[in-house]
């Protein structure tokens, strides 16, 4: 079964810190890669994608990838109490379906 | 701009009754379409997808059915609501299988 794996948090870091959220995939024939914010009682917005091994800046955010390590991480500059919210690592499979990890909830502490 | 309504926000339904939630996307032609559900503090599950009008396919076995009846509308229904199918569910939308997907409102079900 594919999977995609996060730690549930909370990660608490203080305002004006990177905030590094983690997320691992099994399945090697993973194409493209997706974080999602999502506020309490809100639906998930998208934030950030990548496709290619490397890095990829946008904003305050950059996300990450590892193919051989089978990682994605995300890392939020200068953090914000407004970044306060649940990190959704989503990871599309050979067969273009979305998988989902339960999310990374993170609080910026003022 | 493209963008997704979905409706009703909230919706408190009795076991055993029919359920209709219906998502429209504005802006774009021919979009693929999603029905997800969240269960609480749970990942997103797949529930169906849509290339094309009238075609739908399922993702897991379940109490549930999915429409799609024009080329941006979406439908998820039920003959029959079980406490199992509370959540909260959430319409999306990509232009093409390999693009990101974005995502509706959502409507959170609850069943008594």
């Known amino acids: 079964q594919k999977e995609v794996e996060q730690n549930s948090g909370p990660l608490s870091v203080p305002e004006g810190a990177i905030a590094s959220l983690n997320c691992t995939y099994s399945d090697r024939g993973s194409q493209s890669f997706f974080w999602y914010r999502q506020y309490s009682g809100k639906s998930p917005e998208l934030i950030m994608f990548?496709?290619?091994?490397g890095d990829k800046e946008d904003g305050r955010f950059t996300a990450q990838l590892n193919k051989a390590s089978q990682y994605v991480s995300l890392l939020i500059r200068d953090s914000q109490p407004s970044d306060s919210a649940t990190y959704l690592c989503?990871?599309?499979?050979?067969?273009?379906?979305?998988?989902f990890g339960s999310g990374t909830r993170l609080l910026v502490r003022p | 701009s493209q963008t997704i309504h979905q409706w009703p926000a909230t919706l408190v339904q009795p076991v055993g009754s029919p359920l209709s939630l219906e998502c429209t996307v504005e802006?774009?032609?021919?979009?693929?379409l999603y029905w997800y559900r969240q269960a609480a503090g749970r990942g997103l599950q797949l529930l169906f997808y849509?290339?094309?009008?009238?075609?739908i396919s399922s993702e897991v076995p379940q109490n549930l059915s999915a429409s799609r009846p024009q080329d941006r509308q979406f439908i998820l229904s039920s003959k029959k609501l079980l406490l199992s199918d509370s959540g909260f569910y959430l319409c999306?939308?990509?232009?093409?299988?390999?693009?990101?997907?974005?995502f509706g409102d959502g409507t959170r079900l609850s069943i008594l």
């Open positions: 999306a939308w990509s232009l093409r299988s390999n693009q990101p997907q974005h």
């Open positions: 802006g774009t032609s021919n979009p693929n």
């Open positions: 989503a990871v599309m499979d050979s067969s273009y379906k979305l998988i």
């Open positions: 990548i496709y290619s091994n």
């Open positions: 849509s290339v094309g009008i009238g075609q």
